[in-house]
């Protein structure tokens, strides 16, 4: 993290912050005959710090599909609409290696540009505060990207509705291990594609329930899965349009729709609101107030607007952040229930 100060490991500063090498040890996982790899190299027009700009697509260290390896490598897995894929990133000199593996293998390569940031302009973001100024400075590799797929980050944003961090994380990869599919290619351990929309709507209501997950975020994922076509073309759209097409699903609201956009779209002004920590953490780094809300955080951002989720980044990477207030809230745990 920049700066002095390293931020406490909620969520909302994990987002912010750079994806470091996995040491969580994965069970073992038969990998996939994924054929020749296919590979792309991109040079992009500016600095563009690989972990810091896909670390945000990481959920928690255990996501069985992102991986960071010792060598600087980031793997990841998705399910492109030609079908599963693996891919891995590398940077070598100002120049971006990009392998892929399985049946979404040339999706993946052609959107590489787009993943690491170069439909992002940064040079659109003009520091107000001293702060951002030094961060931005101290950062120029951070880049807003763009993954074109919807239900891979709308999926998880649901499983994080309102439970603590290690909740949200527990049942995404729990969820992920018993009902993906092994990765493509030469995968790291451990590593699985997600599950497909069918297959997330036949997930039975116990498995759920052993997952940690409550009936009402189960719901909202099958509400949402049933529609997984129709969620899937609001990339295309304009991020205010792609936004309101998702909270028409019952149980999706502006938290969960901004935290989608800003991955599939790199929206760089869709600022997540009815966040617990953001606020909080927003209110103290430009205005001394930690118990600012979403209205005074909005205050706030507003010399940024068009940029004001870049902003907000910048506040998460600084590392300045207020002091706990009270003891972690702890895992309610009902899959024992």
Same mark, same amino acid.
């Given at each position: 993290?920049?700066?002095? +100060?390293?931020?406490?490991?909620?969520?909302?500063?994990?987002?912010?912050? %750079?994806?470091?090498?996995?040491?969580?040890?994965?069970?073992?996982?038969?990998?996939?005959?994924?054929?020749?790899?296919?590979?792309?190299?991109?040079?992009?027009?500016?600095?563009?710090?690989?972990?810091?700009? $896909?670390?945000?697509?990481?959920?928690?260290?255990? %996501?069985?599909? !992102?991986?960071?390896?010792?060598?600087?490598?980031?793997?990841?897995?998705?399910?492109?609409?030609?079908?599963?894929?693996?891919?891995?990133?590398?940077? @070598?000199?100002?120049?971006?290696?990009?392998?892929?593996?399985?049946?979404?293998?040339?999706?993946? $390569? %052609?959107?590489?540009?787009?993943?690491?940031?170069?439909?992002?302009?940064?040079?659109? +973001?003009?520091?107000?505060? @001293?702060?951002?100024?030094?961060?931005?400075?101290?950062?120029?590799?951070?880049?807003?990207?763009?993954?074109?797929?919807?239900?891979?980050?709308?999926?998880?944003?649901?499983?994080?509705?309102?439970?603590?961090?290690?909740?949200?994380?527990?049942?995404?990869?729990?969820?992920?291990?018993? !009902?993906?599919?092994?990765?493509?290619? &030469?995968? &790291?351990?451990?590593?699985?594609?997600? &599950?497909?929309? @069918?297959?997330?709507? $036949?997930?039975?209501?116990?498995?759920?329930?052993?997952?940690?997950?409550?009936?009402?975020?189960?719901?909202?994922?099958?509400?949402?899965?049933?529609?997984?076509?129709?969620?899937?073309?609001?990339?295309?759209?304009?991020?205010?349009?792609?936004?309101?097409?998702?909270?028409?699903?019952?149980?999706?609201?502006?938290?969960?729709?901004?935290?989608?956009?800003?991955?599939?779209?790199?929206?760089?002004?869709?600022?997540?609101?009815?966040?617990?920590?953001?606020?909080?953490?927003?209110? !103290?780094?430009?205005?001394?107030?930690? !118990?600012?809300? %979403?209205?005074?955080?909005?205050?706030?951002?507003? &010399?940024?607007?068009?940029?004001?989720?870049?902003?907000?980044?910048?506040?998460?990477?600084?590392?300045?952040?207020?002091?706990?207030?009270?003891?972690? +809230?702890?895992?309610?745990?009902?899959?024992?229930?």
């Amino acid at each position: 993290m920049a700066g002095r +100060f390293s931020p406490r490991p909620t969520r909302t500063t994990v987002r912010g912050g %750079d994806a470091v090498p996995s040491r969580v040890a994965a069970p073992a996982i038969p990998r996939q005959a994924g054929g020749p790899a296919r590979t792309r190299v991109y040079v992009p027009d500016g600095p563009v710090e690989l972990g810091l700009v $896909l670390g945000v697509l990481r959920r928690g260290p255990g %996501d069985p599909t !992102f991986r960071t390896t010792p060598d600087g490598s980031v793997w990841r897995t998705a399910r492109t609409p030609a079908g599963p894929g693996t891919l891995r990133v590398c940077a @070598r000199g100002g120049e971006v290696l990009g392998e892929a593996w399985g049946p979404g293998a040339e999706w993946l $390569l %052609d959107r590489l540009p787009s993943l690491l940031g170069a439909d992002d302009d940064p040079s659109a +973001f003009v520091p107000r505060h @001293r702060l951002l100024a030094v961060t931005a400075h101290r950062r120029p590799g951070l880049r807003l990207g763009r993954t074109g797929l919807v239900l891979e980050s709308l999926i998880p944003s649901v499983l994080e509705q309102k439970v603590t961090t290690l909740e949200a994380y527990r049942a995404w990869r729990v969820l992920v291990r018993k !009902f993906g599919e092994a990765a493509p290619g &030469p995968a &790291p351990g451990g590593m699985c594609v997600m &599950p497909s929309a @069918r297959t997330w709507a $036949l997930i039975p209501s116990w498995e759920w329930h052993l997952a940690g997950v409550d009936d009402k975020r189960a719901a909202t994922i099958l509400r949402a899965v049933r529609v997984a076509a129709r969620l899937e073309e609001a990339v295309s759209m304009a991020p205010v349009a792609a936004r309101a097409r998702l909270e028409v699903v019952p149980g999706v609201g502006p938290w969960t729709s901004a935290e989608v956009v800003q991955r599939s779209h790199g929206a760089p002004d869709e600022v997540t609101v009815g966040d617990l920590h953001l606020p909080g953490i927003v209110g !103290f780094a430009l205005g001394g107030d930690r !118990f600012a809300d %979403d209205a005074g955080m909005l205050r706030l951002l507003e &010399p940024y607007a068009g940029q004001r989720h870049r902003a907000a980044r910048l506040v998460l990477l600084s590392g300045r952040v207020p002091g706990r207030r009270a003891p972690r +809230f702890a895992p309610r745990g009902i899959e024992r229930l």
